[in-house]
């Protein structure tokens, strides 16, 4: 390894100590003969002082904001410092020279557009408040497996290259595999609900594909899904572990990402169990009252969801119980109620971040249910043969990845949290 | 949730107790006036006792191979069941009937060809064996992300859909992308190194393709990649973190799989550290001395590495400093030897598992790499134009995760690891 310390392992403990540190230049400073080089590196800042009798000063006239370098010297404990403690440099190798100017400022001073932002995306996620966002999403990746691990599922990965739509046909980009058409899967949906007919408890996070027209600040042309199916469970065991992920994901964040909150401001919300669970009929009853024109079978979109968030004062809860012919096929109904299906979505504030149900288990319940919403049973055959053969009850749901990320870092746009989004006019870089 | 045991909790020490268990039928028996259900569920197998003046005989009497059932009875200790316990039915609730005669036969008596078993996949994946192969995945993957987590790597996810090719044009699979042309991605390669540029220590563990015309048992149009790059490192770092990985990973599915392995009848290899390095030059003489018509440059393929894995004795070994033409145009060539690379295999047998090296991180170096391949620099500016403004020494490597499961289970075909493979002839299911 080119070095032997990260900027956060620089603490007065070390006084006296020979290291060897590498990371960017995020600023320099000329201070009364002396320069003050601010190091960036994956942990944070550090701050090295270059005297002017070094050898290393002459190097330190030469490097360029966002260069490289690798840098010999001694801990010195000094309370004006980042951790309380510098290194007062002996010498400076430039690894990669940058370019003046930059086209984008990343130590925050200036700021930029999101356009902007995102064609200059390298430099862009070194700002370290996108920084703490891509860390973020680190933490809460490994808190949801975590959990899942611990609740006994199993990880799968299931194809992304498909024959035939989840959900009908729209929507979906075409691929040229090997001469013939096939499609970039929507969700692993149908696959997963396979899986729980082999393991009983599976789930997934990979990416999924959505020909997006709009251009929105939730929605991305691709994107990352958490999928999770469990075999001999309903809709409320399905809600039940989504506030245990929810719960768990935002207590590990605030505890292990104290900094990087630190750096967005933000605090992400108390999750208070059990989350609040209302039937979409009390919705749309509240939404009346409050003087919508909303009947039972309408969706309740982003604007009702800002006036509904208004009245219930919950930073997340269900609504559950949506009617059955706005969700997909394989949603089952409530059997004394057959207008009304076994499902949730997952809201934070106005925002879906997840969305649910008990599944279908009966093929000939499948095919009804496809022939309602005009779709032919026969396209779905490489699915329902499976139901002949033993698919036990099972229920699942599926999570925005970017959107649960707009909870836990009070980012509003989806485009900014992802690395690198995809949407009609982006593909580069 | 419709049960509350699951069968590997079904112990003597239960005796008495009332317990609800569902799953599916692996067999039934006639003994003596009594039928012993063998249910299977995610856990393992449990053995039913159906007592013939027990309410539940005569459902038990429809039951057909993997019918899902649920089982209302009471635990009775005895010797001769699965764990030393068997539950004596109550009640039995039929859950989903299954069809008479099955295409494939779970219980495992009748062996099924590879093309049956891939068009018969769910029953196939229901199958003992293969079920431990989908729980040695997931434990795998556990492993892989412990330990890079804990040697401090952030998990990203780079765009699937791009605009150019990584290595060049072969193989890609065309995307219909808004109305214009863009591809699936063959590798994160070009990603993952940007954002070694951003946080140092990344890994990615996601889906790649490449349209293989031709049918081997190592290779697939799409596959779980597992990638990892890191800042201010090279090759040599790289092969240490993989000898970290691999011994932590055969170390866990040893001990946490035992049951598995016992059902795949096989023991993973025994990883002794450090892994062998032997430069490739050393391997060509090896080969030479085996009577091989074999000169520095070319490649050494399967059959040779057969031949190489008799001499050299190692179930694992890495084959290093490749010959700089044989690798792609981001590897590193090395100080002082222009004509070899900084780069690596990981071999296991006669099998690549994983391949790296020390990334160029000059953009002058770069451009004159692409054109010694025939690849124009222009293409490649969305990459390139990145190394101006301040990309640090970088090296990494990508690893097939269906590979290195070829070497945990013995399994010597990818196709029979992944749960719904696609080649050139399949992409259903």
Same mark, same amino acid.
């Given at each position: 390894m080119l070095k032997n310390y990260y900027n956060n392992q620089i603490l007065p403990e070390l006084e006296g100590k020979e290291v060897i540190v590498a990371g960017w230049v995020h600023n320099i400073r000329d201070l009364g003969g002396k320069k003050f080089l601010i190091l960036r590196d994956a942990t944070g800042i550090g701050q090295v002082v270059v005297d002017k009798d070094s050898p290393a000063f002459k190097v330190a006239n030469e490097l360029t904001q966002e260069s490289v370098v690798r840098i010999k010297g001694k801990v010195k404990a000094d309370k004006r410092a980042p951790r309380g403690a510098e290194i007062h440099a002996e010498d400076i190798e430039i690894l990669s020279l940058a370019k003046v100017p930059l086209p984008l400022d990343v130590s925050g001073k200036v700021k930029a557009d999101i356009d902007t932002r995102l064609r200059e995306r390298v430099l862009d %996620? $070194? $700002? @370290?408040?996108? =920084?703490?966002?891509? +860390? !973020?999403?680190? *933490? *809460?990746l490994r808190t949801f497996r975590e959990t899942l691990y611990n609740e006994g599922f199993v990880e799968i990965f299931t194809p992304k290259i498909i024959a035939a739509a989840t959900e009908g046909g729209a929507q979906l980009f075409p691929v040229i595999y090997f001469g013939k058409e096939a499609f970039l899967a929507q969700s692993p949906q149908l696959y997963k609900e396979l899986m729980a007919g082999v393991v009983e408890k599976v789930f997934e996070i990979g990416p999924a594909w959505r020909a997006e027209e709009s251009d929105t600040p939730y929605h991305l042309a691709e994107f990352i899904s958490m999928d999770v199916e469990m075999a001999f469970a309903d809709y409320n065991d399905v809600m039940n572990l989504i506030e245990k992920l929810i719960y768990n994901i935002t207590q590990r964040v605030s505890e292990d990402c104290k900094e990087e909150l630190k750096l967005l401001n933000y605090t992400p919300p108390t999750v208070k169990l @059990? !989350?609040?669970r209302i039937p979409y009929k009390e919705a749309i009853e509240i939404l009346q009252s409050k003087g919508l024109n909303i009947k039972f079978g309408d969706d309740i979109g982003t604007p009702e969801l800002r006036i509904l968030n208004e009245v !219930? +004062?919950?930073? %997340?809860?269900? !609504? =559950?119980d949506w009617p059955t012919m706005a969700r997909p096929f394989y949603t089952k109904v409530k059997d004394n109620e057959p207008e009304v299906s076994e499902s949730f979505d997952l809201i934070y504030k106005w925002l879906e971040i997840a969305s649910g149900s008990t599944r279908n288990h009966r093929r000939e319940i499948l095919e009804e249910a496809l022939k309602k919403r005009g779709l032919r049973p026969e396209s779905f055959e490489f699915f329902l043969r499976w139901f002949d053969y033993g698919m036990p009850p099972h229920a699942g749901f599926g999570m925005g990845f970017a959107r649960l990320m707009v909870m836990l870092t009070g980012i509003q746009n989806v485009k900014e949290i992802v690395l690198f989004p995809r949407d009609k006019k982006r593909l580069t870089p």
């Open positions: %996620l $070194r $700002r @370290p408040e996108m =920084t703490a966002v891509v +860390k !973020i999403q680190s *933490v *809460v @059990p !989350i609040k !219930i +004062k919950e930073e %997340l809860y269900f !609504i =559950t």
